[in-house]
């Protein structure tokens, strides 16, 4: 699919804001069509999801992006509502409500902060010491948030919430995808089990189980996720609505661990080389937040040996500056960039370095 999607007539530019804007129109949808170009050849070096059996069946070579921009119209481009499901990108929807629901204290209480530095599957960091999940990112971390989410509501409250976060009345449970994550998911036993040992986890381990399961297997769109991306953006208020989703702390929260977790062990190369907060699910999308400027959804289930999408991450990093998304990206340190090289070098010629 090589549909562009442009809404609305006259729009010259997505304005973010008066510092931060993206290329006019045209340009910006240049940009990210060479970017998709680029994006798609690394599709080969990847793989689905084979260890869940119904995901890998899905087709590597689909990529899709949606940009929404607080100001000004969505650019949607390739197999942008194809469907697909959340897998560990609906951590981020736990972290909210659990946040909302239960506070920082009890969220806190049962996970950390820090990034793992393990596989998002992995449970080192549990069996070798006493301490708690790293972050409610990993698996870990998703089952720990279950367990204080599951007295409190049930998986259809869930599921009408992300269905109002995304802006999409669609998202559904995929039964076929459930019932095959369900029947090889003993590594996620395994890991609630461990945490039941813990006291971590205080509540029923299958009911848990299948509580997660079913979040992971809520499909979505490149186009649903960046609805979701744009209320993180905008300090947790719908911009379209109006209606505010969380508080601005809770938003400031689930952006700085998507940053410093939200692509297991490979969160801190990807904030360097992207400088976007984004969660990864091995469904293959990709939610992205490009604070005060843009909600980001992508899809691309090829996927790279962390479980990110190799082609969507590939996709993401090509448009980040010239886009001027990067959370980093300043235009006035831009700017001095040709001077302080000239500084370097000027200190590299008096032999002082």
């Known amino acids: 699919m090589t549909d562009i999607k442009n809404n609305g007539p ?12 993206l290329q006019e129109r045209s340009k910006a ?9 680029l994006a798609r050849e690394e599709i080969p070096n990847g793989k689905v999801a084979t260890y869940i ?3 890998g069946k899905v087709d590597p070579h689909q990529l899709g992006i949606v940009i929404k921009p607080l100001k ?10 194809v469907r697909f499901t959340m897998q560990s990108v609906c951590k981020v929807i736990m972290l909210i409500v659990s946040l909302e629901l239960c506070g920082r204290k009890a969220v806190f209480g049962k996970v950390g902060m820090e990034p793992s530095g393990e596989a998002f599957d992995s449970l080192v960091e549990l069996d070798v010491s006493n301490s708690k999940p790293y972050n409610p990112l990993i698996n870990s971390g998703g089952l720990a948030l279950c367990g204080l989410l599951l007295p409190e509501l049930s998986f259809q409250d869930i599921l009408r919430f992300t269905r109002n976060i995304c802006s999409d009345p669609e998202i559904e449970l995929n039964e076929a995808v459930y019932e095959s994550e369900m029947k090889t998911c003993s590594r996620n036993r395994s890991i609630a089990y461990l945490l039941q040992s813990k006291g971590i986890l205080n509540k029923d381990v299958e009911d848990t189980l299948r509580f997660y399961t079913k979040m992971c297997s809520m499909t979505a769109t490149a186009d649903s996720l960046s609805n979701l991306g744009a209320i993180l953006a905008n300090d947790g208020v719908c911009g379209d609505s109006g209606k505010r989703f969380m508080s601005s702390r809770t938003a400031r ?8 977790c939200g692509m297991y062990d490979g969160s801190g190369s990807f904030a ?6 984004t ?7 990709l939610l992205s937040v490009s604070d005060k400027r843009a909600g980001l959804g992508v899809f691309g289930p090829a996927l790279d040996s962390q479980g990110n999408s190799i082609a969507g991450c590939k996709l993401l990093r090509e448009i980040s500056n010239d886009l001027r998304l990067n959370l980093f990206y300043d235009p006035e340190w831009n700017r001095e960039t040709e001077e302080e090289n000239e500084l370097i070098k000027g200190i590299r010629e008096s032999h002082i370095i």
């Open 253 to 260: 929260i689930a952006k700085t661990l998507m940053l410093t």
């Open 10 to 21: 006259g729009e010259e530019q997505l304005v973010i804001d008066k510092q931060y804007k």
């Open 272 to 277: 360097i080389k992207v400088g976007i907060p």
């Open 29 to 37: 949808i240049e940009i990210i069509k060479k970017a998709m170009g």
């Open 72 to 81: 000004g119209e969505k650019i949607c481009m390739g197999d942008y509502d």
């Open 279 to 285: 969660k990864s699910g091995v469904g293959g999308g």
């Open 53 to 55: 059996p119904e995901l």
